[in-house]
Structure formats: C-alpha cells, structure tokens
C-alpha cells in the first residue's frame, strides 16, 4: 500500500511517500526558520504564504525521491489539525484536489497522532498499552494508548495528563529568547546545556496536586526571567551555561516526573515519547535510565523524525486508509482538533485499584 502524506501544519512543508505504513521512500522537509527567526516565532500569515509556494515543489520531489507516480499511490493523506489555519488549509486543499482529480481515497490526519506514529518506525513493536508523551512547541500531552490489534494498526487515546499553560517547546523558545538566544531555542538550548553545571542555579518545580498527571511550564520559564532581571550578568556566558542546563534540568524533571506518575498509577508496559522537544539529549537520557529501571519499554523516534514531517502523517493515514476511515472530499482543517478527550474518570478509576 503505497500513501503519499502531507504536513503543513506549522512552518515546516512536508511531504513523504510510505509503503504499507512502514518503508519509508521518501522524506522531504523544507523548514521555514529562516523567515521566522527574525520574528523569534512563527508568524502564521507568513507560514500560510510559504507553504502555497513550496507545496507543489515539495510534493513533486517526494515522488521523484521515491520513483513512483501519483497514480500509483493507494490513497493520499494530510494533516487537517490541529495548528495553524491558513498552513492546515493549504496542505490538506492540496491533498484533497490530487485525491478529486485521480480519485484516491483520502485520510484527514490529526498532527498528534502523526507525532505517536512517528515512533513506529523505529519500533513497529510497542508493547501495548502504553503511555505516549508528546512533547512540541505547541503541545504537552500524556495519552494513554491501547492497541485493538497488538500493533499500530489500530489504535485507541485517552488523554490523561496535559499542560495547563506553555507547552514545553513553547518555554524552550521563550527562555530562548530571553536570553538572546535565536529561534527555535530548543536545540540551542539542548547543546549550550552540555556546557553547563546543572545543579549550579536550582530550580524549584511547581508542585501540581498529587492525584493530577498535568505538567506546568510557565513557573520554570517565569523563574529564569526573574533571576535574569535581579541578575543579568545571567544573560552572559558562562553564566547563561549554568542557567539554561538547570532550566532544561527542571524541564526534563518535570516531563519525567509526571510520566513516572502515571506509570505508578496506570501501569503501562511502555512509554512512547515524541515531538519536537523528543530530540533532547537529556530527556532522551534521562527517559532512556528510568524506564530501563522501571522495567518499562521505551521507545522513540530518529531525530529526523522527531521534528514535524510527513512519513509519520503518512503512517498515521495508512492505519486510517486500511480500517476504511477515509475523509469525505469537503473535510475541514480544524485548528483546534482533539485526539482524545481529557477523562478524568479513566485515571481516578486506575488509581484507586
Ligand atoms: O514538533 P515540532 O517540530 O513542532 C510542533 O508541532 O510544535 O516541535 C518544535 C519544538 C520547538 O519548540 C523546538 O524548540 C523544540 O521542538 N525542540 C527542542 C529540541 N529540538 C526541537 N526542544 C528541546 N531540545 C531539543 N533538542
Ligand atoms: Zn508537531
């Protein structure tokens, strides 16, 4: 089964071609950075303008890559949400005409479940059920994951725990910026970090109530902001060394305490870990020793994938085209879409047996 994926959710125009879910024959991503890093964050109208002048392109390069043909495909799938509106609609419009004009079924992808089938690639075989922490610049989710057939082919989310403000890209980028730092903050962050001291500028974590499994950013970034004010020889090196390894130290601590949990509570046999903010050396390093200590599966993708792209949409609608869930030609993107809903019955049910 041959599907061609397209991603324009945000500021990056992909587009992948995947063979039954799993081959990956091409995988090409053109970044917008360079126009928004003067901004230090994306500017959506100018997402929407770039994308509808790389789509095509981009498109086009993905079969040459690939060898194969349009006709060939066996259904064509594309992000419709959530993210920005303008960027949504001009891949999923795009994908929706090449499925009009040479009638291939269609799948309308939601990005999240595109950033947890990111993983399958490098891990067609989870251990399910599993917890999967997506972790972007616009996204904190803790999803509980169950499979209806033991793999990829189907899967069901309960959302158990989010963030309840900055997602935790978003206060990699902010602290970024804070610090004259450029954009996207957090990879710069991640390799400034290794130079740091860790432990030399503590970091008090927000304590959310015991029984919640929802993260919070914006103490950890709104700390970093007071200690730069009171002292702005932080804003320096080897100062701003110390200051960012410890609020990437917070962070890490905070994604993996709250997964640790859920762990306790809901006893899962893996844990999924995905999104941009998933290419971090440390919580890469961190998730990696505790989950071994836990006895728990972990799994994760290739930095390449990590990021947004279009084989992990592809894979996604794969799943979507072979248990017959096509689109209709008038779907919408939907800025706001939802993977799951938030049940907060489902973790109190867990918890108290
Ligand atoms: O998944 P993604 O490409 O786009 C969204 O769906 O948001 O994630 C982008 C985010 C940015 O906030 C960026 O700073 C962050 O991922 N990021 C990282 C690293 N690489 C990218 N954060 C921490 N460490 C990294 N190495
Ligand atoms: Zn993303």
């Known amino acids: 089964m041959l599907v061609l994926g397209i991603e324009t959710s945000c500021d990056e125009t992909a587009a992948s071609i995947v063979k039954d879910g799993q081959q990956i024959l091409s995988n090409v991503i053109y970044s917008q950075v360079k126009t928004h890093t003067p901004y230090g964050g994306v500017v959506p109208e100018l997402a929407s303008r770039e994308h509808l002048l790389k789509i095509r392109p981009i498109v086009d390069q993905a079969f040459v890559d690939a060898g194969v043909t349009l006709d060939e495909m066996d259904g064509i799938a594309a992000t419709c949400g959530p993210g920005l509106i303008g960027s949504l609609l001009v891949g999923l419009t795009y994908a929706k005409a090449l499925a009009f004009s040479k009638q291939k079924p269609l799948a309308a992808v939601n990005h999240i479940e595109g950033h947890i089938y990111s993983v399958s690639f490098e891990h067609p075989n989870v251990d ?3 917890l999967a922490l997506v972790v972007s610049g616009g996204h904190t989710n803790l999803f509980w994951v169950e499979s209806e057939t033991g793999d990829f082919r189907h899967l069901r989310y ?7 403000d900055d997602a935790a890209g978003e206060a990699y980028d902010k602290v970024a910026k804070l610090l004259g730092l450029p954009y996207p903050g957090g990879p710069v962050i991640d390799r400034l970090a ?9 970091f008090s974590i927000a304590k959310i109530s015991d029984r ?6 914006s103490g950890i970034k709104t700390a970093v902001l007071r200690m730069v004010k009171e002292n702005e020889k932080l804003k320096e090196d080897p100062h701003r060394l110390d200051l960012v390894a410890g609020f990437q130290e917070a962070v890490v601590n905070m994604l993996w305490s709250t997964t640790f949990k859920a762990v306790n509570l809901l006893h899962p046999r893996s844990i999924m870990l995905s999104g941009g903010v998933a290419a971090n050396s440390r919580l890469r390093e961190i998730f990696s020793e ?11 993708p290739k930095p390449i994938f990590t990021t947004d792209n279009a084989a992990m949409i ?7 085209l072979m248990r017959g869930e096509t689109a209709p030609i008038d779907v919408n993107a ?13 973790s109190d049910k867990r918890w108290r047996t």
């Open 212 to 217: 919640s499994l929802d993260f919070s950013f």
């Open 194 to 202: 290794k130079n740091g001291n860790r432990d030399a500028i503590p």
């Open 290 to 300: 505790r989950t071994r200590e836990s006895g728990l599966q972990f799994c994760y």
């Open 334 to 346: 939907d800025p706001n879409l939802r993977l799951a809903v938030s049940d907060r019955n489902f």
């Open 128 to 130: 399910f059920p599993s």
């Open 158 to 164: 309960k959302l158990v725990g989010k963030t309840r």
């Open 314 to 320: 592809a894979a996604a609608g794969t799943a979507r």
